[in-house]
């Protein structure tokens, strides 16, 4: 072949990629779970700050204590709920929130962002979709997120305003819905997604930022405890059988109160969630979030059917019981005595219909990204956020990211401030060029240092603040070196 035939039969293979990849193929996905389940649009009537606009139709209380005058409106959009503020003076920009995990329930919810106030105030019009899907449907909420940005323009109409499409549209988001975030912004997202939408910035926080490799976490920190339990080999999806006696083994009082061989699996956890760093003690020791992470254990790999086959791979974890990255004679018969799990290759593999089950984030993307992640989470770990680091810079991106350390023992606990200060500084890289201080993940005598953290943690509340978040940093400030 000549180059001309050559290069045409390579741009011929690389279209029938995507097009594979973005349901252009006729291949059928088997079944799984995830599609025989059925979900319950949000009842707007029976929500909390419900009230009924002028014509009647559901909507949703105006926030107290402001003076900007909004329109408010609810619906749904592809079987999936939606609340849309947007202000009088809007200044034609619209944030995208993107919700967390709301469980294995059938009942549909939508989350208001907590940062509200200050988008209202600023000019920001705002939407948020329920997700048509319950469960760890990333899928669902990437798709149903950019769906509502792209029909934000027709349901203002249909509500009697006509509005321009955004001159810049973000996102944002918690949890589950960081990993949306972080996955709505990918090159392969919007080259597979249904629903295809350019973004402007993002700020995904506390975020599933290893997309499959929180699952990976889950399984390696259950086969550690097993493992120093001493029943390293009863069967993971059978751990209901042996909790119990698992935590006696390890805790004398669960979570604060470890015995020697809980001392090494805390080591061991540390490690696998950011290593050494200030808050990680106070993070292990929160029982509450604590008891949510080991009630994930003793999954089959499917994540709760969203896929068909385990993605469940501990093959990289090298466990370790202190800072040395050398492994010692005790930790190399430790790691031999832990079981492995290899993932099925293709449990979470490019699909034909549309994204991934469980759409991935690469670190390809071209637009500010301004991340926030609580050292202390032992749920979704900071370690997320060392992954994205690393495929970031990986695939040359790395100058389109910072992140940002917050001093906080639990999983999503920011305080308003926090997330407003990340906000405002995406939203000035993205529309004035300047970009934002971060904090370096990876660099493990940075992480280590007491300090590490106090830049962008700011323990004041506000009005909009959760209670429990404050009191819990008044409680732990004694416990931690004061900042600067």
Known sequence: MNNTTLRAVALALGSAFWLAGCGGGNDAEEARAQDTRSFTAPNFVTAPDYEADTSGAASFKALAGTTVQTDRWTGVLNGAGYRI???????????MYAHGYVGTVPQLAITTPSIRRYLIENGYAW?????????????AGVEDTNALALNFASIAASKGRTLSTPSKTYIIGHSMGGHITGAAIEDETFNTAKNKMRYDGAVPMCGVMGDTELFDYFAGYQLAAQTLAGQPNYPMAQFADIAA??????????????????????????????????????GFGNTALQSVV???????????????????????????????????????????????LTGTADANRLRSDGL???????????????????LGDMYVPFSMEQIYRR????????????????????????????????????????ESGVK???????????????????TFTKNTGGTDDNPTTINTRTAIAPQLTPCP
């Open 294 to 340: 080991w009630g994930t254990f003793g999954s089959d790999g499917t994540v709760n059917g969203i896929l068909t086959k385990s993605t469940l791979d501990t093959n990289r974890f090298t466990y370790q019981l202190d800072s040395d990255p050398a492994v010692s004679a005790e930790e190399t018969a430790l790691n031999a005595s832990i079981p492995k």
């Open 356 to 374: 991934r089950w469980i759409p991935k984030v690469n670190g390809q993307f071209h637009i500010p990204v301004v991340s926030l992640h609580t």
């Open 391 to 430: 495929r970031t810079d990986a695939a040359g991106n790395g100058g389109w990211l910072v992140q940002r350390a917050i001093r906080a023992p639990s999983h999503c606990d920011f305080t308003v401030q926090e997330q407003v200060d990340a906000f405002s500084a995406m939203v000035a890289w993205a």
């Open 436 to 454: 934002p201080a971060g904090d370096d993940v990876l660099t493990a005598a940075t992480v280590a240092s007491p300090t590490y953290g106090c």
């Open 127 to 139: 939407a948020a979709s329920s997700y048509s899907k319950n469960y760890y449907d990333v899928r």
């Open 85 to 95: 503020e947007v202000p009088r003076n809007w200044n034609g920009r619209l944030v």
């Open 245 to 282: 006696s698992v935590r006696s083994a390890l805790f004398t009082t669960f979570s604060t109160v470890p015995t020697a061989q809980g001392a090494k699996l805390a080591a061991i956890v540390k490690n696998l969630t950011g290593g050494e760093r200030p808050v990680f003690a106070q």
